[in-house]
């Protein structure tokens, strides 16, 4: 039997910590199910195909995501539905420096946290000039954020630098002193 919103979000209140991101990870429950949930491309969801208009709950069960191989779970200590993620769960709304830290880059998603570039949050930028598939940085887990192409340009403008690796050049960004390389730049 699939929970409806309002019940997994009561059942949440007691189970998760009151800040921060429940050990999703460590919860292997033996109930499984189908949440009838949906995340579409633009960050957006929707249980029956209907908008949850209700922004607080959307970051509470944010919190208890988890992707496990190709596949999304809402997770609690109790049980653990699936859910169907159209691209990525996250969406990238801004990046810039971070204001308490200016050396590091900050990335803030759709709904809410805050992703310092580091070694434990990469950016994925497999394929950027040779297909399709969009940038991304890792937020926690296998859970990652979709960067947009405007922001991902804005990110090249404003933070991109040059360096040469292994004799070739690279545009990259630093963060923390850390060189991470958005690819090697095309012979001109």
């Known amino acids: 039997m699939a929970s409806t919103p309002g019940t997994l979000a009561r059942a949440l209140a007691d189970v998760l910590p009151k800040q921060g991101v429940p050990p999703v990870d460590s919860w292997h429950p033996e109930v499984e199910g189908d949440s009838q949930m949906r995340i579409d491309r633009n960050g957006d969801w929707f249980y029956q195909s209907t908008p949850i208009e209700r922004a607080g709950m959307v970051r509470l069960f944010s919190t208890i995501l988890r992707r496990d191989g190709e596949d999304y779970f809402l997770v609690t200590p109790v049980e653990k539905l699936s859910i169907q993620v159209d691209d990525l769960p996250f969406v990238v709304v801004d990046v810039g420096s971070d204001p308490v830290a200016p050396e590091r880059l900050l990335f803030i998603t ?13 950016l994925e930028v497999e394929g950027i000039g040779r297909s399709e598939i969009p940038p991304s940085i890792r937020v926690r887990g296998a859970l990652k954020a979709r960067i947009h192409r405007n922001l991902f340009y804005h990110l090249v403008e404003h933070h991109g630098v040059e360096r040469t690796i292994d004799g070739r050049p690279h545009l990259g960004v630093l963060s923390e002193g850390e060189y991470h390389s958005l690819g090697e730049l095309a012979d001109s």
């Open 110 to 122: 759709n709904l809410g946290d805050r992703i310092p570039l580091d070694r434990s949050h990469p």
